[in-house]
């Protein structure tokens, strides 16, 4: 028979092997970061190009080794740009796929029910696609932003048009959304320290019903530039009325829908001289580090050009693994600490918060369609091209 002692060393031992078993074990588990993205409705293209941006990085760093030496797995659900949908899905992803990290969906709306289920289980999330400051009027703390704020995203071109002598402006949105709705707060209040009349302020709800008869209210304003603030859908219906309208106005602008690579492509001929304001682009002159490397890494992945909606969701991808290295944890609390007081660049652009997460390094640039590409037209240090009216 074996001895009291040799038993209780026995068990010892084997307590150790199982311990050093599971830690083994949990150390090459890979890391598992879910989200959501829009593979239809009014999100799908720029969440596409999210989705692009994450997938690219995911595999960048795990054919480097993975993060703390373990390997990255993505866990992406469709949310169909629905909110309560958006929501449900990020419970799964915490309480029953356990993610370690969460990357955030696409728009205002979606970062705001995300956030929800996020906050309350303590989950870091950083904004890839809001500049609208209503998310971060609702004391959260794991919540940061990346774009610069909608409010300001129209004052290079106002600053263009007050230099052209342009004096009269109207404005139609789809007031929907926060994003549009804080947009035009920006455009009225820059409007008035420029100088400009908006002749024309009108909201709308469904812009397929009802942009026909708004254009008509258009055409009688006859101001000298046009504005729309919405998504895509609503933008592409709009340029194809104005087509085959007899209103030419000198400016035509648009956010989101003219930064992607493809707009000449979906709206023909119409694209030529529009502007659009945009978070950044893959232009080799721009000092960002690392811009030239994602360009040509994501073109070689993907087969097309990214969009800033790519860069942005990168520079996300980029900022989590930034963290990640330099507190050695995977712990969200110690994450989420850190990012708060980061004042560092990606390939998107500075990254600084406030207090409340709300960005506060980050400018935007205005873009303008000129002979079939997209150029910078301002700010002027910026420029690839002088404006065209």
Not at 52 to 57: G, Q, S
Not at 168 to 191: H, P, R
Request: hydrophobic share 40%; aromatic share 10%.
């Amino acid at each position: 028979m074996k001895s009291p002692f040799a038993l209780v060393i026995g068990f010892i031992l084997w307590t150790l092997c199982i311990a050093g078993s599971a830690v083994s074990a949990s150390e090459s588990a890979p890391i598992i970061i879910g989200g959501t993205i829009s593979l239809e409705g009014k999100y799908q293209q720029p969440s596409m190009m999210a989705q692009e941006a994450f997938k690219y990085w995911v595999e960048e760093v795990n054919d480097r080794g993975g993060l703390l030496g373990r390997k990255i797995k993505l866990i992406l659900y469709n949310d169909k740009s629905d909110p309560e949908l958006t929501k449900k899905l990020y419970q799964k992803l915490i309480e029953e796929e356990r993610v370690d990290l969460v990357f955030s969906p696409t728009s205002t709306p979606l970062t705001i029910a995300a956030s929800e289920v996020c906050e309350k289980n303590k989950m870091l999330m950083l904004a890839i696609a809001t500049s609208s400051g209503q998310p971060w009027q609702r004391g959260t703390r794991y919540l940061f932003q990346l774009y610069a704020l909608a409010d300001r995203q129209f004052i290079g071109l106002l600053d263009l048009m007050a230099k052209k002598r342009l004096k009269t402006l109207s404005v139609i949105y789809n007031d929907q959304s926060n994003f549009n709705l804080d947009m035009v707060k920006g455009i009225e209040k820059w409007a008035k320290i420029f100088k400009i009349d908006i002749v024309l302020k009108r909201p709308y709800q469904n812009g397929k019903k009802e942009l026909p008869g708004i254009l008509q209210e258009v055409e009688t304003a006859s101001a000298q530039a046009l504005i729309n603030s919405s998504y895509p859908p609503d933008s592409y219906e709009l340029l194809r009325l104005l087509d085959k309208s007899p209103y030419k106005p000198q400016v035509i602008a648009l956010p989101i829908a003219p930064v992607h690579p493809d707009f000449e492509k979906i709206v023909g001929p119409i694209a030529e001289h529009i502007f659009a304001p945009s978070q950044w682009e893959p232009e080799e002159r721009i000092p960002f580090p690392g811009t030239q490397k994602f360009k040509e890494g994501f073109e070689d992945f993907t087969g097309h050009m990214p969009s800033y909606h790519a860069a942005s969701a990168y520079a996300a991808c980029q900022l989590f693994e930034k963290a990640i290295i330099t507190t050695g944890s995977l712990n969200n609390t110690l994450l989420r600490d850190y990012v708060a007081t980061l004042d560092t660049v990606t390939v998107l652009g500075r990254f600084k918060v406030n207090s409340a997460g709300m960005q506060v390094g980050h400018n935007s640039f205005i873009i303008q369609w000129q002979n079939g590409k997209k150029e910078i037209v301002w700010p002027q240090k910026r420029q690839t091209a002088r404006p065209v009216f």
